[in-house]
């Protein structure tokens, strides 16, 4: 009796219906990014059985007080993957994201912050007022305002309450009345400019800066604000006032031994962003304060040497130092004397070196601001040309110091015009 013929071994059926469906959130990556977020989520769950949370938000801060924003992005972005809501986190990446330029993904992290806690912590809506521009920028301050009013009334309370004696909490985002001015002078900023033909813009402008003063009466970027906002107004000689006032408050910090070395430290934390000095130094030159202006400038090109503007501006100041030595001498009809004669050659060849060393970085940065350049240009013209030097070698005399004209008091000459 003939055997029946084997048939083939059937396979198992899969419990498929039993098994997680660990693959579900890759649907539609392509084999590279599923590798990645596989990677991801194991070195997530690695972290967490390494690191709390907070333990990664102070690696964060050690990595963001030594500059090292590339690993404390990456420290910050773990603490957010165990914590997606916490608010500390948030702001760290906000801040992390700026600092490196990537203006989106610092947005999100600080809208994100805004929708988890609208009401605590004025900080993101700085941030965001500075990514912002224009009426934007405007609403984002005014609400980061409100929350700093509020949390100022609760801290003085709170304050009354437990004594005045007691430690602040330190969980607790402490303003200050500084935080306050430096946020009103944002504000009047921006009518200063983005919306400085906004119907009312200068009554407001001015409203923004006296808020600031009250809150911080002497806070030097307050102080030239006001001095900005008098020179727009041609009140040119109260705004020289405050001018001076607010540079006072910071320039010795840059001039070692003029001041004892604690009220230098106190001065260091007050000289203002590169930027608003740049200003500063625009300012000086058109209220015809020459000695100053070139202190400020030398300060800026110790710190940073690649700024055309500053170079521009240094070789302005001394064509305008220049010419009023020129005009003083005429006036008074002195005979030249060999050491004036030496003092105009001087100050001819360090403006010389100074507009020559700007156009040079000029093209070497690829700048695209022509009316700058046509002004180096006429200035080079009147004091003889480019100075001529090996490529590569720095054309200006690294010892000389422009001199003084504290003692001259001639015609001003003409106005800046950049």
């Known amino acids: 009796m003939g055997g029946q013929a084997k048939g083939k071994k059937k396979s198992k059926p899969k419990r498929k219906e039993n098994r997680p469906n660990t693959d579900a959130g890759f649907v539609g990556l392509s084999p590279q990014e599923r590798m990645k977020l596989r990677a991801r989520e194991k070195a997530k769950k690695k972290t967490a059985e390494k690191y709390s949370v907070q333990q990664l938000l102070e690696k964060t801060e050690e990595c963001m007080d030594s500059f090292d924003f590339e690993m404390a992005g990456l420290f910050c972005q773990r603490a957010l993957d165990m914590d997606p809501t916490n608010l500390l986190a948030l702001d760290m990446q906000g801040h992390i994201c700026s600092e490196l330029g990537d203006t989106q993904k610092a947005k999100g992290a600080f809208l994100c912050a805004v929708e988890l806690s609208p ?20 609403d984002y301050y005014t609400k980061g305002i409100q929350v700093l009013l509020s949390a100022l009334d609760k801290q003085v309370q709170t304050t009354a309450q437990a004594g005045a004696a007691s430690p602040p909490d330190e969980d607790t985002e402490l303003p200050t009345a500084k935080d306050v001015c430096v946020a009103y002078c944002s504000m009047a900023e921006i009518y200063l400019t983005d919306l400085c033909m906004e119907e009312g813009a200068a009554d407001k402008c001015k409203d923004f800066i006296e808020r600031a003063l009250q809150y911080c009466h002497d806070n030097p970027e307050a102080l030239q604000l006001m001095a900005s906002y008098l020179f727009s107004t041609e009140r040119n000689q109260e705004g020289k006032e405050y001018l001076l006032k607010s540079v006072a408050l910071w320039l010795p910090a840059e001039k070692p031994g ?141 010892d000389y110091e422009p001199c003084s004209d504290e003692d001259e008091e001639g015609d001003a000459a003409a106005p800046m015009e950049h």
């Not at 009401?119 to 405007?138: C, F, N, P, T």
């Not at 009809?333 to 003092?343: A, L, N, P, R, S």
Request: proline share 2%; with cysteine.
């Open 119 to 138: 009401d605590v912590g004025h900080s993101k809506y700085m941030y965001l007022g500075q990514i912002h521009s224009g009426q934007e920028a405007v």
């Open 258 to 398: 003029a001041v004892s070395s604690s009220t230098e430290e106190d001065m260091q934390n007050e000289i203002p962003p590169y930027e608003s000095r740049v200003t500063t130094a625009k300012l000086l030159i058109e209220s015809e304060e020459y000695e100053t202006a070139v202190d400020v400038l030398e300060g800026l090109l110790e710190e940073d040497d690649e700024v055309v503007q500053v170079w521009y501006l240094s070789g302005w100041v001394c064509y305008l130092q220049f010419e009023k030595a020129k005009e003083q001498q005429e006036v008074e009809g002195k005979q030249v004397m060999e050491e004036y004669t030496e003092e105009w050659r001087a100050l001819k060849e360090a403006g010389r070196s100074y507009l020559t060393n700007a156009k040079k970085l000029y093209s070497k940065l690829r700048c695209d601001d022509q009316p700058m350049l046509e002004h180096v240009d006429q200035l080079l013209g009147d004091l003889g040309g480019e100075l001529e030097g090996e490529e590569g070698d720095p054309v200006l005399d690294e």
